[in-house]
């Protein structure tokens, strides 16, 4: 009876294997999410990033599905974060103010990269729980649920954001 050799993924030989076998796949899957050929190659990579960051947490068997669905939460990610944007920009703005202030429009582009850059220096766990409850409207139980974490870590995470924005951002 033979055994199967177990493969470590946190060797950097078969973490080098696995990348290149699986890196077009990545690509591939990215730009069908998003269309973007630049914006494929920076999720495929911040992908892999990530396996090799959690490699001793991972099955090497299920590797390359862990891959595939990191490059799905990382591009879901970024439609969320455009979500915000483009829900902050729809809620805050009117044509009516950029016909009375014409420097109404370089201030809102000010405040967006404020706002971007501060949601992006938030952590993952916070910009996360941030985005599904702000943009997608979920309690903090159906949260709690979902990332299988107690109603309290939701809590402590909303609240770090929170004061992470506001920190970054006055009067927001």
Known sequence: MSKTPITNLC???TFDSFYRKHINDAFRFAFYKSGSEAQSHDLAQEAFAKIWENCSKIDFAKAKTYLITTVNNLFLNVVKH???VLNYKNEYTGEE???QDPHYE???KEF???LEAAIA???QAQREVFLLNRI???KYREIATMLNVSQKAVEKRMSGALKA???????I
């Open 97 to 99: 103010s950029f016909a």
């Open 165 to 171: 924005l506001r920190e970054k951002i006055p009067n």
């Open 82 to 84: 455009e979500k915000v």
């Open 11 to 13: 060797e950097e030989k």
């Open 121 to 123: 220096s938030l952590t």
């Open 106 to 108: 370089l201030r809102q």
């Open 136 to 138: 997608d409207g979920k």
């Open 112 to 114: 967006k990269q404020k």
